[in-house]
């Protein structure tokens, strides 16, 4: 008996060491390159109504800049795109910098034709992957930051219905959970990108309040599949150097027919083809020219904004994170070729050949 019991307990130490071996020394090297700002970033405190200030005392919303753009914007004359970062847990408002910065050298490549105003959300650096109760709160003010945004365009000759969405982690379940809202407009948000964001359930199931938005959140997206089948999201892994969200948790659980849900790991994305850190997936540079170039290619050249087409939304999103890492994007199809002759007739192809024979060496060639 005693035998036994030291055998299972030597065996129970190996596996744990093998385990350890492998998160120490198992894991994969950084592929990603770094995103360099070329000026100095700054982030321009957006004025929320005094009521909202009163009630979320500690959360802020903030508009990114660097440069000309950033005094351009000072008066909040604003004319792009409205994107929205929401940052994950502990996360930092300044993770947009990657995204906002890579944006702005876009639009400047193009002649300004039309670019991103990129915002993003002060949340305190919140722990809510270990306690729910915070998650309600920050989704309600989410709600908030996207009207107010949509205000400052209230002067543009096509002012923009909708807003983009990019959650980091946790970020991206709120950005979820806006829908469940009672009095949320669903036309509000027409496009979420998530990145590294446990959709499937919580890492860590430790917190009872936790666990019911969570439950929330997908009974809703489930129960109202039909409704939201107009709401286009991509979920994006990080793959096996992601130890905090693993990818089998990234996978969105939506009805495997919604042609506008797509799930896949940076790993597979084109000219990506490297895995990501649960922190680095915000700045990988390959990651971000995917998701930047996705957003120039979804704008509408009438409105300036981006399509409300959802065909035209997820045809696009194929084209940078699934199919073609090298043609540029257009709507048209790829030409089918079509043979005259039936596929099982065979004709014999006759080739001459010549011969070339030296005391060493023989050589054959084929014309």
Known sequence: MKLSAATFYALLAGLFAIAIRDVLFG????????????????????????????QYPSYGLYLYGEGIYAEEN?????????????????????????????????????????HLNVFTVDFNEELVALYGGSLQRQTKFIHECIRAILKLYKDQAVPPSSVAVVGHSMGGIVARALFTLPKFNYRLISLIITQATPHQGPV??????LLDFYTTVNQHWSERAQE???????????????????????ALPCPSDDPNKLSLVSTAVPRTWVSTDHLSIVWCKELVLATVRTFFDLVDPDTKQITEDPEKRMAVIRHHFVRHPVKIYDDTTDD?????VPSEVWTRVLAPRLSYTSPTVTLLSSL
């Open 336 to 340: 089918v070729i079509t043979f005259s």
């Open 27 to 54: 894991y994969e090297e950084n592929g990603c390159s770094m995103t360099y700002m070329f000026e100095y970033p700054e982030y321009q405190r957006i004025r929320l109504p005094k009521r909202l200030q009163r």
């Open 228 to 250: 939201l089948r107009n709401v286009t999201v991509l979920s994006v892994g990080g793959g096996f150097r992601d130890y905090q969200v693993r990818s089998g948790l990234t």
């Open 74 to 114: 000072k008066k909040l004359k604003l004319t792009g795109i409205p994107v929205l970062f929401l940052p994950g847990n502990a996360g930092s408002y300044k993770q947009a910098r990657s995204l906002g910065s890579v944006a702005l050298r876009k639009a400047e490549n193009m002649d300004s034709r039309f």
């Open 204 to 209: 860590l199931p430790l917190d009872s309040d």
